[in-house]
């Protein structure tokens, strides 16, 4: 199982793989960050597609197909604003983490990317989101059948591949 789960540094919107997951808000019409960042590569047709799906609640999960991304599919969750913590800040992001995967595999999909969702705009504390993460993937993909081959944690940054390293090391 351990070996499913690695991280890497890099854009998300290059990733090679079935899906990528887009760390978005409540209106699914885009936005800025990683969310602005995936529209803008995989073109006007993802954007018509969201506007079908009428927007998506805090730490659930809509799917859309990729266009123009090299990934088939575009995994649309919607993380917590941080706000201290005491507002079912964990809770709701461990959601987006396994109702991500849920959908994943409903659709056949054998590897993933996820980014630092919430850790951007959405002010959640980095290290934390990240033990959370990798305790969520771990306890959700060693729980179930699940046909997965690969979930990669993308870090943007040299800090957040810092931060995931030590998740995972841990
Ligand atoms: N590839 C991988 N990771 C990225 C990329 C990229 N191309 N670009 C940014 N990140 P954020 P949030 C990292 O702010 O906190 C949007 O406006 C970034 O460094 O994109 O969930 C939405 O529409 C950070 O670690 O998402 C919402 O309104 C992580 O992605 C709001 O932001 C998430 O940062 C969501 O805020």
Redesign the pocket.
Known sequence: MEDLLRCVQ????SMEVDAIVN???N?LL?????????HQAAGPGLLAACRLLGGCPTGEARLTDGYLLPARYVIHT??P?WQGGGEGEPELLAACYRNSLELAVSRGVASIAF??????????P?EAACILAVGELRAWLSGRPHGLREVRL????AR?LDAYRRAIEA
């Open positions: 890099g854009d998300i919107t760390a978005a808000n209106s885009g936005g800025g960050g990683v969310d602005g960042a995936i919607v993380g604003v980014p630092a969702i919430s850790c951007g705009v959405y002010g959640y980095l993308v870090a943007f940054d957040a």
